[in-house]
């Protein structure tokens, strides 16, 4: 008798800790669909687009748990319960129930983690802008060496010595001292 009693006033009394997640809940549950639309943006390969859509899966399985959790519980109906339990043990439960104090969180780390991740923030944008400065390098970069290839490809002997006269100059010296083998 008692088992089930504790059973029944668990599923009943659970109402007092979902509502005190439901500030929580509601919080959390706010979902912004362009932050999983940029992200998607960002990911290119296959195995990563599959990794972000199983975490924006589980995610939005967590914020509909929370979305539920969030909801207002009913309030215990003694009378009820005095029907088909002892009215004194329900009293004391109900005694007990009302009586009862949960321990409150009184912690900053919310502060803390909003700072790091204003840190965080700061150096993503910051690595953001280097990398677009080098992205403009790099590509003008591989214009240059396109350029050059093509050049590479049709440019003679002739024009490379008209070029730099210098060269010539060696050349010419090896070509009338026979040195011109590469041994």
Do not use: C
Request: proline content about 2%; aromatic content about 6%.
């Amino acid at each position: 008798m008692l088992r089930g009693l504790a059973v029944r006033a668990a599923r009943r009394g659970s109402a007092l800790a979902l509502q005190q997640q439901r500030g929580f809940a509601e919080a959390a549950v706010a979902t912004q669909t362009s932050v999983w639309d940029e992200l998607s943006d960002l990911v290119s390969s296959d195995e990563g687009k599959r990794e972000l859509a199983t975490l924006r899966s589980t995610y939005a399985d967590i914020a509909h748990k929370l979305t539920s959790m969030a909801k207002d519980q009913p309030e215990i109906n003694w009378q009820e319960w005095q029907k088909e339990i002892d009215p004194k043990l329900v009293q004391q439960f109900k005694q007990t129930y009302e009586t009862m104090k949960l321990p409150t969180y009184e912690g900053n780390d919310i502060e803390e983690a909003a700072t790091q991740f204003a840190e965080l923030q700061k150096e993503a944008e910051q690595l953001v802008a280097f990398s677009k400065n080098r992205i403009v390098e790099i590509e003008a970069e591989i214009v240059n060496i396109q350029k050059e290839k093509k050049r590479i490809a049709t440019t003679t002997i002739d024009d490379e010595l008209a070029a730099d006269p210098e060269l010539a100059k060696e050349v010419d010296a090896e070509v009338r001292e026979n040195h011109f083998m590469v041994v």
